[in-house]
Nanobody
Framework: QVQLEESGGGLVQSGGSLRLSCAASGNIFMINSMGWYRQAPGKQRELVAAIPTGEPTKYGEFVKGRFTMSRDNAEYRVYLQMNSLEPEDTAVYYC??????????????WGQGTQVTVSS
């Protein structure tokens, strides 16, 4: 099994910053991709940012240069630095990983989510 543990959410004023972290652990042989998604009330889950191994980072269109995702491959960690936050960024943010386990099985894993609330 694989676990994803997120941290760093919270309440921030409009224009402020937050940094989310996610650590993957467990029976990991290889990680193909790690990313962040978000889901606001009444809306579908959407891509925030993702880093496929060996490929450039992909960002959702709404990011517009405000967020930066980084990845520490040695420790199976990813970070999401969010600047210039807006009330529209309020959502639950989920860490995602496309993992090949030690048993050779490839699966998608999700963290429990961390709440980000931006006040106006």
């Amino acid at each position: 099994q694989v676990q994803l543990e997120e941290s760093g959410g919270g309440l921030v004023q409009s224009g402020g910053s937050l940094r989310l972290s996610c650590a993957a652990s467990g029976n990991i042989f290889m990680i193909n991709s790690m990313g962040w998604y978000r889901q606001a009330p009444g809306k579908q889950r959407e891509l925030v940012a993702a880093i496929p191994t060996g490929e450039p980072t992909k960002y959702g269109e709404f990011v517009k240069g405000r967020f930066t995702m980084s990845r520490d491959n040695a420790e199976y960690r990813v970070y999401l630095q969010m600047n210039s936050l807006e009330p529209e960024d309020t959502a639950v943010y989920y860490c995602n990983a496309d993992v090949v386990t030690g048993g050779g099985l490839q699966s998608d894993y999700w963290g429990q989510g961390t709440q980000v609330t931006v006040s106006s």
